[in-house]
């Protein structure tokens, strides 16, 4: 035997080896379930699937993409929050700096087409589990927690926008919520909000309506600044994480990918 | 008032072929042309799934495609739009949806013939399970590999945008919200913001929530087909292409300042005029129609009848039409062209289906009213910001 399969069959021996994997190479059917079963980001998947739920031209990978997707954003969203504040004296300044100071950075290249890819991405999973049919029963729920991981998808889009505090940000941010201000009933300008009287005193105004929730103000300032800033880093990605979760899972309670009855 | 814009959108004096395409597809930009043009192409690729699918067609009509957009990137107002680096985005999706579709209609095409011949699937491979390990977890590593090429290599050749710092006093013109966004925003030059904004939307995430509730067909389940789910895969591809994918194009590449339309090879001029003047149901039913008839005196009502607002029977009309659109109508559907949907899914669901259908289908009723009559609003209660 070689030198460096000596060094291979010493290394495969020791405690260490396999204390962390418990199995031999993957190389029968045994090994190769076990590959699976005992490893914690592996075992998403079940030990065997059909051939052609996973063929390219049926899924287009496109759910798995998406959560790749996910996965790159948070990697290099949480790189960029080492470097950004979600101050307006300095917002625009750090990405200023993150351009301009670090040589071949890439960091908030990769972080913003990622995010475009990621809408792209789950739009066209979103079409491909429509066109297969599969939200049909016993997967409407998960078509269900599907739909509002996009309408999050598009919400941590939407609030990492605002975060360069360039001209572009704050008037997308603008023009988007706006329409807040005309909601039914909880905006000042909606249908309805004039009804919400106590007495002579409007409960609807700009001080206090679906808008003003959303920005912390009655503009774009720096508290919407803020208030995105956490919408962004922490709160949407925790209820994303806790919905791929539910998600990743039924996909394997209600049968795995879908496929002709 | 189509042809006005038909006369306007040419814009300055042009010679030779490729002027004169570009001619045509600028006057051809305004939405009461481009809409509907989109509507038919549409309609025309879903009728004809089975042909235009073909390797052979399918890779012609991609390479026109291609060919248009490279020749039209010669042209340099064109080539200022998609180059926007938030635009090319909108680039790559029109390109990955025309090719999923072809990839999903091509494979419904097959199995919708192998169904008649009564052959099994492409997806029935009976029970020829793999092993995730290698099979799948390969799959997953090349996708994750080239992904991660694909981005890096997007990362390098586009800088992330970024324009002068935020100045709360300098509104740009336009303004655009993100591109993703903007099918809903182009719905405001029809709708006020509390539908185009909070409604439509709300509507639009119900509708997929309910979506698998409505759809009560057992077929077309785990595989493609078009054949076995017709009604419900024509609603969703209007919705999507339609009022989603085309009102997106056409909210990026064609809306320049004051929300004007530019045709593609058009510069953005901040000095053309936008006059348009747009009139409501009631002008049209207290003003309009008795002038031209004489039936009842012109004007519109601004006395209270006892208990009942002016503004109530000054709307009468509007509010008559849109109770019959959203009331009356479902009626009528269920016990005509809607029938068997209405014996299969039962009347709750029924209610809840034509809630999100009536929605979906205003916003086309209401720009083909607009584009035909110029009506603004149906109902306009400018007393409680209500106006539809």
């Avoid at chain 1, 919520?177 to 004039?194: D, I, K, V, Y």
Wanted: proline share 7%.
């Amino acid at each position: 035997m070689s030198v460096f399969g000596n060094i291979g069959k010493y290394i495969t021996e020791s405690q260490v080896w396999g204390s962390v994997f418990r199995h031999g190479i993957p190389r029968d059917r045994r090994t190769r379930a076990m590959a699976v079963l005992s490893n914690v980001f592996l075992h998403l998947h079940p030990v065997a699937v059909r051939k052609s739920g996973i063929r390219l031209s049926f899924t287009w990978c496109m759910g798995g993409l998406t959560f790749f997707l996910f996965l790159a954003e948070t990697i290099t969203g949480v790189l960029l929050m080492f470097y950004y504040r979600p101050v307006v004296e300095y917002a625009y300044g750090d990405i200023i700096s993150l351009r301009s100071h670090v040589t071949l950075g890439l960091l908030r290249e990769i972080h913003r087409w990622g995010a475009h890819a990621m809408v792209i991405a789950i739009w066209l999973h979103m079409l491909r589990v429509f066109l297969t049919g599969s939200y049909k029963p016993p997967r409407e729920f998960n078509w269900g927690v599907g739909v509002i991981l996009l309408v999050l998808t598009l919400l941590l889009s939407f609030t990492g926008y605002l975060l360069p505090w360039d001209q572009l940000a704050i008037w997308a941010i603008t023009v988007g919520s706006n329409m807040a201000r005309a909601t039914p009933f909880l905006g000042h300008e909606g249908p309805g909000a004039q009804l919400l009287m106590i007495g002579d005193v409007p409960l609807m105004h700009a001080g206090s309506d679906a808008r003003f929730l959303l920005l912390a103000g009655t503009s774009v300032g720096p508290n919407a600044l803020l208030r995105f800033y956490v919408l962004h880093c922490i709160f949407i990605p925790l209820v994303v994480l806790v919905l791929i979760a539910v998600h990743f899972w039924r996909i394997r309670k209600d049968g795995g990918i879908s496929g002709p009855l | 008032m189509m042809f006005d814009m038909l006369a306007s959108g040419g814009g300055g004096p042009s010679s030779g072929l490729s002027a004169m395409i570009k001619d045509v597809l600028n006057a051809s930009s305004v939405p009461e042309i481009f809409v509907p043009i989109m509507t038919v192409l549409t309609i025309v690729f879903l009728v004809t799934y089975r042909s235009w699918t073909k390797p052979k067609v399918a890779a012609g009509l991609g390479l026109l495609f291609v060919a248009f957009y490279l020749w039209s990137a010669t042209d340099p107002n064109f080539l200022k739009i998609i180059v926007k680096p938030d635009n090319v985005p909108i680039t790559i999706m029109l390109v990955a949806t025309a090719l999923v579709t072809w990839v999903a209609f091509r494979q419904a095409a097959i199995n919708d013939a192998r169904l008649e011949r009564g052959e099994p699937l492409i997806e029935s491979g009976a029970d020829d399970k793999v092993l995730v390990w290698p099979d799948l977890v390969y799959t997953e590593l090349i996708c994750l590999v080239l992904c991660s090429v694909a981005l890096v290599v997007w990362a390098i050749l586009l800088k992330a945008p970024l324009e002068p710092p935020a100045n709360p006093t300098n509104i740009p013109n336009p303004s655009k919200a993100p591109w993703y966004f903007l099918g809903l925003q182009e719905l405001l030059v029809y709708f006020d913001p509390w539908i185009a904004g909070v409604l439509l939307p709300t509507f639009i995430v119900i509708g997929l929530l309910a979506l698998p509730y409505l759809d009560k067909n057992p077929l077309g389940n785990g595989y493609y087909t078009f054949k076995q789910r017709k009604f419900v895969i024509w609603m969703y591809m209007f919705g999507w292409v339609v009022l989603w994918i085309v009102l997106i194009v056409l909210g990026t590449f064609l809306r320049g300042p004051n929300w004007n339309i530019f045709g593609p090879y058009e510069a953005w001029d901040p000095h053309r005029p936008a006059a348009l003047l747009n009139i409501n149901v009631s002008d049209v039913f207290w003003v309009v129609l008795p002038e031209k008839t004489g039936l009842w005196k012109p004007g519109l009502p601004t006395d209270d009848i006892g208990p009942i607002p002016a503004y109530l029977i000054r709307e009468a009309p509007g509010l008559a039409l849109l109770g019959g659109y959203f009331f009356v109508l479902p009626v009528v559907l269920a016990s005509t062209i809607f029938r068997k949907i209405y014996r299969d899914i039962g009347f709750i669901r029924y209610v809840i289906f034509w809630t999100i259908m009536s929605w979906m289908f205003i916003v086309p009723v209401k720009m083909v009213l607009r584009w035909l009559f110029n009506l603004k609003y149906f109902v306009s209660i400018t007393e409680w910001f209500l106006n539809i």
